[in-house]
């Protein structure tokens, strides 16, 4: 069972608009989250992490955690063609040295100009 | 400052053959992990190391898979014989162990093997 699930598969935007990426953990141990973006050809690469309940706002990008539910979210505000690419949501059960992610299988963002 | 390197990029080798890729992890960090990234797929954990003594090997496919950093540095993962189901990219990243809140991971661009 994928213990870190993501919706949807794919998400098509216009430049401008609202990009918003979901993400459910299955497992009530993974409380650390983490938003990666993978372009093509290239390795994923961090946007932001999230460890508390609420928003946390990094320029363009939101991500919202609800720990109750275990369910994370990622919207992207003002979206520009250079977001086209994979969005990992990725998840840890601890916030030490012992820290080894879980991946979901991702989202396909493409935004058109 | 230079990110985490691997090499070669591509690989390309038919069932049977043997297979290795090296990695060199960012400056200073001592803990380094394996991922393996199926196409379509999100990257999954095969092996990660603190400075050299292996953390965690489970999901590592023992039999032909091995993985070693044997001065804490750079890391080599071997495919022994391969097999067609082990075409995808070969991710290495790295991190600090280290520090109050969990740190993220960097990750180099991988290899991408393709078996016949």
């Known amino acids: 069972q994928q213990k870190v699930q993501q919706s949807p598969e794919s998400l098509s935007v216009p430049e401008g608009g609202m990009a918003s990426l979901n993400c459910t953990s299955s497992?009530?141990?993974?409380?650390y989250f983490w938003w990666y973006r993978q372009h093509s050809g290239e390795g994923p690469k961090a946007l932001m992490?999230?460890?508390?309940?609420g928003d946390k706002k990094e320029g363009r990008f939101t991500a919202h955690l609800n720990k109750a539910s275990l369910h994370v979210s990622l919207h992207i505000r003002d979206s520009q063609p250079s977001d086209s690419a994979l969005y990992f949501c990725?998840?840890?059960?601890?916030?030490?040295?012992?820290?080894?992610?879980?991946f979901g299988k991702g989202t396909v963002l493409l935004v058109s100009p | 400052e230079a990110g985490v390197t691997q090499s070669p990029r591509y690989a390309v080798l038919q069932e049977g053959q043997a297979v290795s890729f090296w990695c060199d992890p960012i400056s200073g960090h001592d803990t380094l992990y394996w991922y393996q990234q199926p196409r379509d797929q999100g990257p999954q954990l095969l092996v990660y190391?603190?400075?050299?003594?292996?953390?965690?090997n489970s999901q590592l496919p023992s039999d032909r898979f091995s993985a070693v950093r044997p001065k804490g540095t750079n890391s080599t993962l071997k495919i022994q014989s391969a097999k067609q189901g082990d075409t995808a990219t070969y991710l290495c990243?790295?991190?600090?162990?280290?520090?109050?809140?969990?740190?993220?991971?960097?990750f180099g661009s991988g290899t991408r093997l393709t078996v016949l």
């Open positions: 990725a998840a840890s059960e601890h916030d030490s040295g012992y820290n080894k992610l879980t």
């Open positions: 992490s999230i460890f508390s309940d």
């Open positions: 990243a790295s991190r600090y162990w280290g520090g109050r809140r969990a740190e993220t991971l960097y």
């Open positions: 190391f603190r400075d050299e003594a292996v953390i965690d």
């Open positions: 497992d009530r141990n993974f409380q």
